[in-house]
């Protein structure tokens, strides 16, 4: 098994910055990325950023130039820093770790969710 806890969020207003940071721990040398996702009230679960064991990155169009992914990989952490916050970026913010799975499959592991509100 793998725990996140995230922490970070909060009330912030248009243009303003915020930075999340999650913690693994359990079974980490299982995984092979790790990221973020966010959901929006009435909205499905979507990506926002994810990087791997090796550093490579991926973001969603809506947040790319504005945010920035990073991993320390001694200590079991993933950060995501967030400029240039848009009212449309609110949402729950999830931290999220892959491990491939025997069948080419990925497993995802989940934290409990931190709110990020952005003010116009």
């Known amino acids: 098994q793998v725990q996140l806890v995230e922490s970070g969020g909060g009330l912030v207003q248009a243009g303003g910055s915020l930075r999340l940071s999650c913690a693994a721990s359990?079974?980490?040398?299982?995984?092979?990325?790790m990221g973020w996702y966010r959901q929006a009230p009435g909205k499905q679960r979507e990506l926002v950023a994810t990087i791997t064991t090796g550093g490579i990155t991926n973001y969603a169009d809506s947040v790319k130039g504005r945010f920035t992914i990073s991993r320390d990989n001694a200590k079991n952490t993933v950060d995501l820093e967030m400029n240039s916050l848009k009212p449309e970026d609110t949402a729950v913010y999830y931290c999220?770790?892959?491990?491939?799975?025997?069948?080419?499959?990925?497993?995802?592991?989940w934290g409990q969710g931190t709110q990020v509100t952005v003010s116009s």
């Open positions: 999220n770790a892959g491990r491939p799975t025997y069948d080419g499959g990925t497993f995802h592991y």
């Open positions: 359990g079974r980490i040398f299982s995984i092979n990325v």
